[in-house]
């Protein structure tokens, strides 16, 4: 009687063993979907001084990695990227997205590489030679460096395209309910395009990240003639957007107001030194953000931003000491 009873013990006891375990599993497994199931974008401070630069780092929910451009600040300490990616112990980027060929958008590439950082592919839009040798400027395009960065690509076997307009360039989704996708709303050459020739900043690619019900729009260097077209047509190109990554560093030549009318962000990122932000030539950016009620973010005020998107909403913070402030979308993806 007593064996029976200790047997029913014993079988009791290692059922609710098993049970825990069980629970105790999934509550582990639970957590840690939860805490993958969403999309970071950091947009590095990488204007510190005077000059502009971009660079933004995005990470999927399936851990994948995304860079959309890898510029630097000309008078900027040359390893902010680098100790970036070191002191997060990133070591590969899945894809590379130079928004154009300016140097302030794709500079540190190489040292990034060299630095030990893998690179799977790198997307990017060679302008047409017609642009070869015509802005002499400092920070102009030089096609000789173009090249040089190619070549350096093409000897670490890292294989580079240029996409078409609407193409997905990337998935970083771990289910096909929520897709986390990149895709090119809009990309040409400069000169073979609907709205005739413009200069190298409109060879930017115009690319849009969506993620549950967030959307946000990365314009690189767009300038006045191809935003306007872009507006015109937002019946073909839909623009609409949460966040908007402000074209041009927000500086005057940038995108019309028609085009941020379109988007209609809550919150803009401008990739920006504090100086160039509160100057003239940002005035216009500055007043019609403010007049749209978008939250502004800006690198050489906020330091690095960073936006954590979520299936129905997001954050956005700094690591500046301003609060992080959360945001329910206004629009949803299809």
Not at 74 to 99: H, M
Not at 164 to 188: C, I
Not at 198 to 208: A, E, F, H, L, Q
Not at 276 to 301: C, E, I, M, P, Q
């Amino acid at each position: 009687m007593l064996n029976r009873i200790f047997r029913s013990l014993n079988s009791l006891a290692l059922s609710l063993l098993w049970v825990g375990i069980f629970f105790g599993l999934s509550g582990i497994t639970s957590n840690r979907l939860n805490a993958e199931d969403q999309v970071v974008l950091t947009t590095l401070h990488v204007s510190p001084k005077l000059a502009q630069a971009d660079c933004h780092l995005l990470e999927f929910p399936d851990g994948s990695k995304v860079l959309i451009d890898a510029g630097l600040g000309v008078d900027a300490p040359r390893r902010i990227i680098v100790d970036y990616f070191k002191k997060r112990q990133i070591t590969f980027l899945d894809l590379v997205i130079i928004s154009h060929c300016h140097k302030d958008h794709y500079g540190e590439l190489l040292h990034l590489i060299k630095s030990g950082v893998k690179v799977g592919r790198v997307i990017v839009n060679v302008p047409d030679p017609i642009f070869n040798d015509t802005e002499t400027f400092a920070g102009g395009y030089d096609h000789r460096d173009v090249q040089t960065t190619l070549n350096f690509l093409a000897q670490q076997k890292i294989p580079t395209e240029t996409p078409t307009t609407g193409q997905r360039l990337w998935n970083g989704s771990r289910d096909g309910h929520f897709p986390a996708l990149l895709e090119v709303v809009y990309l040409y050459d400069g000169v073979h395009g609907p709205n005739g020739k413009g200069d190298v900043n409109d060879t930017s690619i115009i690319v849009r990240l969506s993620y549950g019900k967030t959307r946000v729009l990365f314009t690189g260097d767009l300038n006045y003639k191809l935003g306007k077209y872009l507006a015109d047509n937002s019946n073909i190109y839909d623009l609409r957007a949460d966040i908007l990554k402000v074209p041009h560093h927000g500086a005057e030549g940038l995108a019309p107001n028609e085009f941020f009318d379109k988007v209609a962000p809550k919150v803009a990122i401008v990739s920006a030194p504090k100086t160039l932000w509160f100057s003239l030539r940002d005035k216009r950016a500055r007043d019609y953000l403010n007049h749209l009620k978008a939250k502004t973010y800006v690198s050489g005020l906020d330091n690095d931003i960073i936006v954590t998107i979520f299936k129905k909403y997001y954050t956005v913070k700094t690591t500046s000491s301003k609060p992080q402030v959360k945001q329910e979308p206004k629009v949803a993806t299809p």
